[in-house]
């Protein structure tokens, strides 16, 4: 420790020599963030804390006067200190608003301090400080609970996770689905998870732009149905991609239906076939299969594939504009065919076999063939939506969330490396729980399994999730599809995966040496457990860790973690409107029964059936907004806010994104020689998090 001296000293090399008391400098530079409405005009003040020590709350008066903390800049200040304090490992900031000035909300990026000894510290921040309250950061070097010998240390970690508790509390929005976050609105969520600024208005933008399309052309007040196929596409002609205009154009055609159980925004239902149901009777004089070999042999040889709806068996099917709507539970037939096709060859819509429930084969009528796989079509949309994406990812991605934001303090390294991937999440399902799914929500209002078979669909989702189905290796393997060809999100997924898992390897592993150090941090284990019983409601059958008892175990569900908020989500949220903007082809609902006998169907009854206008307009209009990315969007692995400090994490960071861009370039290499691109898995498109 080193003392004061009041003594007289000289500094000559200011080209005269001047006489000061000495006292100690610590050089402090605040980075106030660039993001809208940052700065803070109120005075700041701060406390260094060290080993040894800590200095006096000090105001920081610069140069610039009240303009030292404007967004974007960074303001360098003197702290000075009678003796060292020490090695510094926190500080504590406040701001106090000017009388008769307003107070203001900061958002201070990090604080960096150089000390009398040279040696630098950052202090990450990334938070909104809003009141006039004293907060404390933490110095940037990761440390689990165990690490935090100091007394201060340690209550400051306390404390914050105190607060934690309170601001982030669980909710049960229905009983039987993971629990979420408890908020009436995006406006009582914390600051620091709120969208931001920008993401605020263009997502009101996006909104509002469908939806004036839908009124100015009168639609979304339309209880009529369709007369003619033209008019459906008469729908947001502002609004197209090449993809969409490619899926309007091929809706019909078989290899295309198939494609999209294996590239489409639902990848995840298709199934190998070893042995047809029992409540499938599909017989080899029924089918025809290119190549002449019999459906045994075809099993044999793993050419058959089943996409089976049976969550959806048994529901009762929404009323819209007051009329019934219809929901089947199709099982699908699929053949691999010798050039590489992925060709239906037989749809039975409902799952108990009868003889009015007719196994429809591409022999058929036209039109019969056609709306059996218009049934699939609708029943794909609610397993997609309510099953693959709401569930799989969004519900699951704010579990994960909640439960790093309560048990986890900022200086762990698990926060370091999760809270980039929970950007957004809390805010955009609590949307979706407002306009989406709530009883005036456009889901339940328009879809044929909006309302009470919602909650049947999600409770029946969840009790049949497994751990194994959310990491991709295990899952494809189950799924029998590692050899299936031309399957572009297995390509492209796994291969994410083995990055991800190198990525979280190193940054864990270089934390946790030993599996004793896994075992004994008592944070990281309630951040489990809480997943485990919040999320997947301590149902063991699931296979979801209820403890971490290796760094191994704990490397694979992290991994599974970021993979689930980021690459799974972009696999089947990013082609909503590319595969759903052409309602045909993704009907999110249908008004009348599908045909009990063959041979009594017509391009007429097609369109009987295809929902009313304004139910076709409002899903046209959402898809549109669900899949508009934000220009505030970070891509996978980008990390503008610097959690991490020291040189083996930002090390691995670069070597992440090194991959990353690597891998980016061989997708868009791969993508040009294909008919339809494959782009949802190209690290350069996707989000780090759950954001929209
Ligand atoms: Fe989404």
Redesign the pocket.
């Known amino acids: 420790m080193q003392f004061i001296k009041k003594e007289m000293i000289c500094i000559p090399n200011r080209g005269f020599f001047c006489f000061l008391y000495r006292k100690l400098h610590y050089k402090v530079t605040i980075h106030t963030s660039e993001r809208v409405n940052a700065t803070t005009f109120n005075n700041v003040y701060i406390k260094l804390v060290g080993t040894d020590g800590k200095s006096k709350r000090q105001w920081l008066k610069g140069f610039r006067g009240p303009l030292s903390f404007i967004g974007g800049y960074e303001s360098t200040f003197d702290v000075s200190c009678p003796v060292s304090i020490g090695k510094l490992y926190l500080i504590e900031l406040d701001k106090q608003q000017l009388l008769l000035a307003p107070g203001d909300a900061w958002f201070p990026a990090k604080v960096e301090v150089k000390s009398p000894e040279g040696d630098d510290y950052i202090f990450p921040i990334y938070r909104w400080i809003t009141g006039s309250e004293v907060q404390r950061f933490r110095e940037g070097t990761a440390l689990r609970v165990f690490d935090d010998s100091h007394h201060l240390g340690e209550y400051a970690r306390k404390q914050e996770l105190i607060q934690r508790e309170k601001d982030y509390r669980w909710d049960v929005y229905q009983e039987g689905i993971p629990h979420n976050m408890k908020a009436d609105s995006p406006l009582s969520l914390p600051a620091e998870v709120r969208f931001s600024f920008t993401k605020t208005t263009e997502f009101a933008f996006t909104a509002a732009s469908g939806l004036a399309d839908l009124q100015l052309s009168g639609l979304a007040e339309s209880k009529e149905k369709w007369t003619d196929m033209d008019s459906i596409g008469g729908v947001l002609t502002t609004k197209r991609t090449d993809i969409s205009d490619y899926v309007q154009e091929n809706w019909k055609d078989d290899a295309f239906f198939g494609y999209q159980y294996l590239n489409g925004v639902n990848p995840m239902l298709i199934r190998r076939c070893s042995a047809l149901p029992e409540n499938f009777p599909v017989t080899d004089d029924m089918v025809f299969l290119r190549g002449g070999a019999c459906l045994a042999e075809e099993i044999q040889k793993g050419n058959i594939f089943l996409s089976d709806y049976k969550l959806l068996d048994g529901l009762q099917g929404n009323i819209i504009n007051g009329k019934k709507q219809y929901l089947m539970a199709p099982l699908v037939l699929l053949h691999k065919t010798p050039d590489d096709k992925m060709m239906p060859i037989a749809i039975q819509l409902k799952q108990t076999p009868a003889k009015d429930n007719p196994i429809f084969l591409p022999t058929d009528s036209e039109y019969d063939w056609l709306i059996a796989k218009i049934f699939v079509r609708s029943a794909e949309f609610s397993e997609h939506q309510l099953n693959v ?1 709401l569930l799989r ?2 519900l699951l991605a704010e579990v994960f969330a909640v439960a790093l934001l309560r048990n986890i303090p900022m200086v762990h390294p698990l926060y370091k490396l999760l809270k980039p991937h929970t950007r957004y999440t809390l805010q ?1 399902n609590n949307l979706a729980r407002l306009l989406l799914i709530s009883e005036t929500g456009v889901f339940t209002k328009f879809a044929a399994s909006g309302g009470e078979d919602m909650i049947e669909i999600l409770k029946r989702s969840l009790s049949s999730i497994t751990y194994s189905s959310l990491c991709i290796p295990e899952n494809i393997a189950e799924r029998g599809l590692e050899a299936v060809p031309n399957f572009y999100y297995r390509d492209d997924g796994l291969k994410l995966w083995d990055i991800l898992h190198r990525f979280v390897h190193g940054v864990l592993s270089h934390y946790y040496k030993s599996d004793g150090e896994v075992q004994k941090d008592s944070e990281l284990q309630k951040w489990i457990s809480d997943i485990f019983e919040q999320g997947f409601l301590s149902q063991a059958c699931t296979g979801v860790p209820q403890s971490f008892t290796t760094v191994a175990e704990m490397v694979k569900f992290v991994t599974m973690v970021i993979f689930t908020g980021s690459v799974q ?1 972009a696999a089947v ?1 990013s082609g909503q409107y590319d595969y759903g903007g052409w309602m045909p082809n993704m009907p999110l609902s249908l008004q009348l029964p599908p045909p009990t006998t063959k041979g009594t169907t017509s391009e007429a009854t097609m369109l009987q059936t295809f929902p009313d206008v304004n139910t076709t307009a409002q899903g046209m209009s959402t898809v549109w907004l ?1 899949s508009k990315q934000s220009s505030d969007f970070v891509p996978l692995g980008q990390y503008p806010e610097d959690h991490f400090s020291e040189k083996i994490p930002c090390e691995l960071i670069k070597d992440f994104q090194g991959e990353l861009e690597i891998l980016s370039s061989v997708i868009e290499v791969r993508n040009k020689s294909l008919e339809v691109p494959y782009t949802y898995l190209d690290p350069t498109a996707l989000e780090n998090s ?1 954001a ?1």
């Open positions: 994406h990812t969004h955009i989500h949220n669900l759950v929209i």
